[in-house]
Each structure stands twice: as C-alpha cells, then as structure tokens.
C-alpha cells in the first residue's frame, strides 16, 4: 500500500533561515507528488506539484521540491522563511493508473514555527 | 480561495445525532472527495464521488455515507455520531475523474469543523 513519511514532526527556525522538510514515500511506480499547507484555521492550499519532467518544481511564495526518484523523496525547500510561513506542511502522493488512484495519501504534517 | 465551498463552517452536536455536511465542488469540476483530519489520526480519506458514482472507498465507517447530486454537490452523512466523530471534514473537488485517468490535483474547501459532545 501507498505510504508517505514525514519524519519531522516539527520545526522551529528563526527568520531567514533555510528550510528543508522531509517526505518519503513508498510505492515503485508513476507517482504525482504534492505539497499542501495549512494555515492556522485554514483549509489546505497547493503549494506546489510534480506531474511528470523537470524534477525541481516551483511553487508558490518561493517554495520548490525536488523529486528524486532513486530515493523516493520529495523534499520541500525555501531558502530564507518568513514568519508567515508558519503553518502545518503536508507532503501527499497520488499513485495513477490503478484503481485505487483516486485518493491522496496525506502524509502526517510537519508543523512549522518561525520566530520572528 | 480555492471554489469549493462546505456549509456549515461549524457544527456541534451530540452523541447519537445525525448530521449532514454539504461540499459545493469548484465550477466544472465532476469529482469530489471526502477527508477526515484529526489529532490522532491526521488526514483521512473517505470517500470519492465522480459526476454521481461513488468511485473509490477509503477509511469510511458504515455509520457514515455519502452521495453526489445531479447537480454535482456533495453531502457526507454521519449519524450515531460519536466522541471520536469529532474532526475537520474536507471536501475536495477535482475536474479529473481519478483512477486510471492520470494526474490528479485537488482543490480544498475550508472545512466543517464537527464538535460532537
């Protein structure tokens, strides 16, 4: 079955430090890979998606991951947070072309604490 | 704001009630799916509807049910509610139709927060 890890579980850095969070996932095939972010009592929003191609992607607020697929991760980066960028991070992956396809597997959400 | 909109925004009730939650999908978009975020269990997925059909079936409990109208919207049943029932419930809408037919993005609602006591 589909996994996603995200092994930290929280982050606290200061502002304009660089962020890196982890996000592994288990499964062979074709996957398309997400990051989602939550802001305190908001919904979910797409900070950035990997379909297919160039393995760096750009998203918004000046995020990017890199899909690496030798080591099945898909790390979440941005060179210098903000304190706005506090919010919970979920890495989420979508396996296509079998029938369980339809869903995302949400990894467990790295929550991230800037101070200002 | 992503298009998909959920009523109520909150919702307190208490144990052995039933309740009704209603997901407006984005405009065009055929799919919607249904998402349980807790505490302890994180992000769940329950179910997915495609124009209608119910496609995919995830960690559902048969106390919960759900369907999608002819005019797409969505409506997630849960009755003999329990403490444990509490949670954020997202819907999620799609214009793919998922499974086999490629990438899938999805887009948020903000939630309904259920506060069972």
């Known amino acids: 079955a589909q996994s996603v890890s995200q092994h930290n579980h929280h982050v606290i850095l200061s502002e304009a430090a660089s962020l890196e969070l982890g996000c592994n996932y288990s499964y062979g095939g074709t996957v398309n890979l997400f990051w989602y972010v939550q802001y305190p009592g908001q919904h979910l929003q797409l900070l950035l998606k990997y379909f297919s191609g160039d393995p760096l992607v750009k998203g918004i607020k000046g995020f990017e991951a890199e899909f690496i697929k030798s080591k099945f991760s898909f790390n979440l980066r941005k060179p210098s947070v903000q304190w706005s960028d506090t919010a919970e991070y979920f890495c989420a992956v979508n396996a296509p072309g079998y029938s369980s396809a339809s869903k995302i597997i949400f990894g467990s959400g790295t929550r991230l604490s800037i101070r200002p | 704001d992503s298009g998909v909109t959920q009523t109520p925004k909150h919702l307190i009730t208490a144990t052995g009630q039933r309740v009704t939650l209603r997901c407006s999908p984005r405009s065009g978009d055929l799919s919607v799916y249904w998402y349980q975020q807790s505490l302890d269990q994180g992000l769940q997925f329950l179910i997915h509807?495609?124009?209608?059909?119910?496609?995919a079936k995830g960690n559902i409990l048969e106390r919960f049910s759900a369907q999608q109208f002819p005019d797409l919207h969505s409506e997630l049943n849960l009755s003999s509610l329990e403490l444990g029932d509490s949670a954020l419930y997202f819907c999620a809408s799609s214009p793919q139709r998922g499974g086999t037919s490629g990438y899938n993005e999805q887009f948020f609602g903000p939630g309904t927060r259920l506060t069972v006591l």
């Open positions: 509807y495609y124009n209608g059909e119910e496609r």
